[in-house]
């Protein structure tokens, strides 16, 4: 049974920062690659990082590009967001998932995602 447990959401106000964290345990979750989603109030989840399994390969979305950083720890099955300068556009429930392959080849798609947490919330306040 694989688990996959988010924390370190939050209130914030505009401009101020969070850092998410993804534990992930029951399967070898350093042998894939890993990401992040989000849904806000009324919308689709959307994509919003990944990050191979070494690490070497990271990915954004343009809507978080050069204010989030995405990093892993495989020692700790741990993955990262840091996410400075936020928006209140960003306030939605944040998902990570571990993935089905290795690299990020479709790795903005939901569906290449085969474990899910049950998110965190991060608001920001304008």
């Known amino acids: 049974q694989v688990q996959v447990v988010e924390s370190g959401g939050g209130l914030v106000q505009a401009g101020g920062s969070l850092r998410l964290s993804c534990a992930a345990s029951g399967r070898t979750s350093s042998n894939y690659a890993m990401g992040w989603f989000r849904q806000a109030p009324g919308k689709e989840r959307e994509f919003v990082s990944a990050v191979s399994w070494s690490g070497g390969s990271t990915v954004y979305a343009d809507s978080v590009k050069g204010r989030f950083t995405i990093s892993r720890d495989n020692a700790l099955n741990t993955v990262y967001l840091q996410m400075d300068g936020l928006k209140p556009e960003d306030t939605a429930v944040y998902y990570c998932?571990?993935?089905?392959?290795?690299?990020?080849?479709?790795?903005?798609?939901?569906?290449?995602?085969?474990?899910w947490g049950q998110g965190t919330q991060v608001t920001v306040s304008s």
């Open positions: 998932a571990v993935g089905k392959a290795r690299t990020l080849v479709r790795g903005t798609l939901a569906e290449n995602y085969a474990y």
